[in-house]
């Protein structure tokens, strides 16, 4: 069974920084694809970034581009998410998430850290 565990998130001002972490236990992380999402309150969940392997291309949604990096530690077992330049609409519960490179929907979830970001 895949377990991810985020942790870093909190409370920062607006143009500050955070870095989330997902620490993914059970399995080995090469053979998973790792996303990030986040749902603000009253809102759906929401893609955020995603990568699909150390070789793989990251994408963003484009209201994060630039502005945020997902990368990835295999030794580590741990996908981090880099975020810079943070705004009030930032604020939000950002989920962790994973899924086998040959599966295209996401079936592992994290239980959330929440990030605000104050104006």
């Known amino acids: 069974q895949v377990q991810l565990v985020e942790s870093g998130g909190g409370l920062v001002q607006a143009g500050g920084s955070l870095r989330l972490s997902c620490t993914v236990s059970g399995r080995t992380l090469s053979n998973y694809a790792m996303g990030w999402f986040r749902q603000a309150p009253g809102k759906e969940r929401e893609f955020v970034a995603a990568?699909?392997?150390?070789?793989?291309?990251?994408y963003y949604a484009d209201s994060v581009k630039v502005r945020f990096t997902i990368s990835r530690d295999n030794a580590k077992n741990t996908v981090y998410l880099e975020m810079s330049s943070l705004k009030p609409e930032d604020t939000a519960v950002y989920y962790c998430a994973a899924r086998p490179f040959i599966v295209t929907t996401w079936g592992y979830w994290g239980q959330g850290t929440q990030v605000t970001v104050s104006s």
């Open positions: 990568d699909s392997g150390s070789n793989g291309r990251p």
